[in-house]
Structure formats: C-alpha cells, structure tokens
C-alpha cells in the first residue's frame, strides 16, 4: 500500500511476487517499483531449495491504475535495494549476489 498523507489517499498495489525483498518510489511518487521472489507453479514444491536459487522479478507500476507497467525476471539474485534515476527513466537494482542491474 502506498499512502499520501497531504492527500489523505492510499493506493494498493497487488504483487505477484512470493515474498518481496526490495521496493523503490520514483520521484514523483507515481511509479514503485517491487522486487521479489518469483511465484512457485502450481502444484510445485520448493522445499529445500535455498530461496536465492529462486528467480526474481522486479516490477514497475502505476499508482493511478494498480496496474503493471514493466517486468524482469532478473535471474538467480536476492534483490534487496532498488532506486529510479532522479528522471524516472531508469530503474537501479542491487542484490546480494554483489549484481547491480
């Protein structure tokens, strides 16, 4: 959920991801960016499976609509951090895995 106290609003955006592990605001507040682990198919199980062997998908959106705007799958990298460039244009990531993309 994003909330904007001056306006008294709140947006809810509805990731897809397992579990998120990074999350980023562009500077006009109108695109976040989630980063996470990518969800297991159905009827598949990852017990035992060490969660960085587990692809991640960063993911851009719109506030105004909920919807997905950009998606990634990065690869095999616990993403823990990500930031927009201060024009919006770019999206930096960084992992564990010592991966900035």
Known sequence: MIWNPVAKARAVIRHRHAELTAVGLSADGKRPATAGLQKKPAGE?????????????????????????????????????LTFSPDGKHLLAAGSEDVMS
């Open 45 to 81: 199980t990852m017990y035992g499976i060490s969660p960085s062997l587990v692809p991640q998908v960063e993911t851009v959106w719109d506030v105004a609509t909920g919807k997905e705007e950009a998606s990634a799958k990065v690869g095999e990298v616990r993403l823990q951090w």
